[in-house]
């Protein structure tokens, strides 16, 4: 399906007509976090490029040279593939490690936008193989990744939109749905959801929804569970 189809499909599904609650342009954004949320998950968008380190320093930030840069997963150099580590253990074997440059021969990420090659990379390109960020749907001709995933877009976004509306039962319908759809357990996407911001739930009173405010199953808690 291309985007128009799947802005048709979920704007169908609503309760509410368009341009009240919703438009298409809010519909594709929705379609474009879930498009986001399958790909970081199930890595359905992998990337090579090279990344060109800077000479003399011991970190480097990623999105300076590779914007859709997300998750790395692997490098080479002169088709060697160089190992994993993490920044503990090289400073643990070799506390000046930053002042030896080297043949890189392992990497290590820095939280999400720092990466480091050990030995300190000279300037020259590294092959990096990454998942990539999607572009959004917004305005797009058609998602990225594979027909098999589209219903389950569908049904995130109707779940997110359903949740605005107060339809709080189809919005866990259509959450379980797309759980089924895209492999996961409903208290994986949930948490997934919360931690990516991508889930957004109305402010509701009790009086305003169907049953009690306490049963809600879409309201998340902001506080950490006390144990």
């Known amino acids: 399906m291309n985007v128009s189809d799947l802005t ?25 976090a879930a498009e986001t949320l399958l790909t970081l998950a199930r890595a359905l968008h992998i990337k090579s490029a090279n990344f060109q380190p800077v000479s003399g320093a011991a970190v480097h930030p990623v999105q300076a040279q ?17 190992f994993p580590t993490t920044l503990s253990a090289v400073s643990r074997e070799n506390p000046s490690w930053q002042q030896q440059p080297g043949v890189p021969k392992a990497w290590f990420a820095l939280g999400v936008t720092l990466l480091g090659f050990v030995p300190r990379s000279p300037s020259v390109p590294i092959l990096s193989t990454y998942v990539a960020q999607p572009p959004t749907l917004v305005g797009a001709t058609a998602p990225i990744i594979a027909e098999m995933w589209h219903e389950a877009l569908i049904d995130y976004a109707l779940a997110v939109l359903s949740a605005k509306e107060g339809e709080i039962e189809h919005a866990v319908e259509h959450l379980e749905e797309f759980a089924v759809k895209a492999g996961f357990s409903v ?4 948490r997934m959801m919360r ?18 405010a306490a049963e809600q199953p879409l309201r998340p808690s902001i506080m950490p569970e006390r144990g």
């Open 195 to 212: 931690l990516a911001g991508l889930l957004r739930e109305p402010r509701l009173a009790s009086g305003e929804v169907r049953g009690s």
């Open 66 to 82: 590779l914007s859709d840069y997300v998750v790395p997963l692997r490098f080479s150099l002169n088709h060697k593939q160089l």
């Open 8 to 32: 048709t499909s979920v704007l169908s599904g609503l309760s509410e007509t368009e341009g009240v609650y919703h438009t298409s342009s809010a519909v594709q954004q929705h379609l474009s």
């Open 187 to 190: 208290q994986e996407i949930r």
